[in-house]
């Protein structure tokens, strides 16, 4: 079993940075993929980012690109996302999720996840 807890989320203005932490437990954190999806009131969840268990390797979302950045800290058990250059349409729920393997860009692919922190970025 695998705990994901997300924490970091808060009202910002637009322009401005937030970076958020997953930190997670139950299971060898080091050797998981992980990765970063978000969901905004009626839409469907979509990927943000992932990054591989070494760190090597990460995606992101062409909305995002150059603006997000995923890191992780395997000694910590912690993934974050730096997200700068905030812009209205990034609000949205974001959720941490977990799966073994490969870095993946589809949310059916991650067995885990948590329960989301809330951003909210105004104009």
């Known amino acids: 079993q695998v705990q994901l807890v997300e924490s970091g989320g808060r009202l910002v203005q637009a322009g401005g940075s937030l970076r958020l932490s997953c930190a997670a437990s139950?299971?060898?954190?080091?050797?998981?993929?992980m990765g970063w999806f978000r969901q905004a009131p009626g839409k469907d969840r979509e990927f943000v980012s992932t990054?591989?268990?070494?760190?090597?390797?990460?995606y992101y979302a062409d909305s995002v690109r150059a603006r997000f950045t995923i890191s992780r800290d395997n000694a910590n058990n912690t993934v974050y996302l730096q997200m700068n250059d905030l812009e209205p349409e990034d609000t949205a729920k974001y959720y941490c999720?977990?799966?073994?393997?490969?870095?993946?860009?589809?949310?059916?692919?991650?067995?885990?996840w948590g329960q989301g922190t809330q951003v909210i970025v105004s104009s």
């Open positions: 999720a977990a799966r073994d393997g490969l870095p993946r860009i589809f949310k059916e692919d991650y067995e885990y």
């Open positions: 990054i591989s268990w070494s760190g090597g390797t990460a």
């Open positions: 139950g299971r060898t954190f080091s050797r998981s993929a």
